[in-house]
């Protein structure tokens, strides 16, 4: 009884003991945190790691939660004129976690960082005048001057980061004249970084509740694991939702900067009507496409794999124009059970090989290019049903190079833009008919004799 009794005191004592060492460095903790010191080194610290200036509002302890720093803001070294552009960062909090033990040392270990809505903003080739500090941000105003504090060389705080957090961010992309060209809302990361100063890989999770990209294109629900080292990223897979249907892929950058992307189920009129905002012409259907891309940050290049399915075009004038030249209504807005196509990117313009379109009235084969500026070349094969051609006059349906089953096929051509299509079909079917020439000289004859 008297040994337990002996243990149980020297437990107490040991237990006093560590409440009193922990109490003590946390006292010291509080002191040195709320320091300037304190503060002007972390500043310092991070300047000098993003190349810029950092400006921190206030410092404050939560000994359960950790230090908290509130009104950070960065911008980019207003001597660094040339970059390509400004950054300019406003975090609302930071809470940076820490080992307590190394309380008893007296020193501060940082295991953990959270940034809690993080604005960021990229302009490019911004105006030379700097970028303004927020309005209202409290001034430091210490005795110690910034460059005293960053020679301390008594310091004792380190980071020994184990995972970093990033809470309802947002990333804005602008051009020089401030028209945002990628604006990304809802921006959450978790990452695992214990192993980073060893040489080991960072993985860790990339959500997006809402991303824009110029001209009106817009992808929700983005989700990817991410795994980086200090010269590459791999985000894989990728998951998206877009338009009524899903994206799937993956990124990798650092080895290649190439992206596989892969999209099913398509809203067609939904991306069009978004997109499109210069043509009267609609087109609608279900679209998946294959698709793998190379330097996308740089001069994009790629090729791939495109079918619609349950489509249907309107509004387009050629193929009014030809409905009423062939007499076949089924042209005016037709409507094809599937349209498929290889495509490669490169050189500003998209090439099409392989294109064939099927409807119950007609198909459509060939190919060609259409540039980024919406310029058209396209050399094409029409191909009419039987049923089809038995509606055609049949001056216009000996045109058409007829086989056995009573089908018929004639090339022609479009060109003009995506919102002015021009097509030559009219006169090839003019100038290759010497009946419709005769009907046609006959008539002058009569009006000016």
Known sequence: ?????????????????????????????????????????????????????????SVNLDLLKGVK????????????????????????????????????????????????????????????????????KPTPTTKESPEAAAKATSVPFQFALDRARVKDGSVSIRDANGISTVDLQGVNVEANTSGF???????????????????????????????????????????ASAYGGSLAGSYEFGHGDDLELNAKGIDVAQLTAATVSNSSAKLSG???????????????SGEGDALLTNGKLEGVRILEDLSGLLRVKELKEPIFSKAQSHFVVQDQSTQLTGLEIDSPIFQITGGGTIGFNGALKMDLVLILTRDA???????????????????????????????DPQTDLPTRLLMQNTQIQNVINKALNKLFH
């Open 389 to 419: 051609m038995k509606k055609m006059p049949k001056e216009l349906a000996a045109s058409f190079v007829q086989k056995q089953d009573g089908t018929g096929s004639i090339a022609f051509q479009v060109t003009g833009t995506t919102s």
């Open 286 to 300: 279900s679209l998946d496409v294959q698709s793998k891309w190379h330097n996308v940050t740089g001069a994009l």
């Open 197 to 239: 100063t060893e040489g080991k890989d960072v993985t860790g999770k990339l959500t997006i509740a809402t991303a824009r990209f110029s001209p009106n294109l817009e992808v929700t629900s983005f989700s990817t694991a991410l795994t980086g080292s200090r010269s590459s990223l791999k985000a894989e897979p990728i998951e």
């Open 69 to 136: 720093l509130e009104g950070l803001f960065y911008q980019i070294d207003p001597g660094h004129v040339n970059g390509p552009g400004t950054i300019q960062v406003k975090v609302a909090s930071i809470n940076c976690s820490y080992a307590w033990t190394e309380l008893f040392n007296r020193r501060l270990q940082f295991t953990g960082v959270t940034l809690d809505q993080p604005q960021i903003v990229f302009t490019k080739e911004a105006a030379a005048a700097p970028l303004p500090p927020p309005e209202n």
């Open 1 to 57: 009884m008297r040994a337990l009794r002996w243990l149980l005191g020297i437990v107490a004592i040991l237990a006093v003991v560590v409440v009193l060492a922990i109490a003590a460095g946390a006292v010291w903790l509080n002191t040195f945190i709320h320091s300037d010191a304190f503060k002007h080194e972390v500043e310092a610290r991070a300047g000098d790691a993003l190349g810029g200036t950092v400006q921190i509002g």
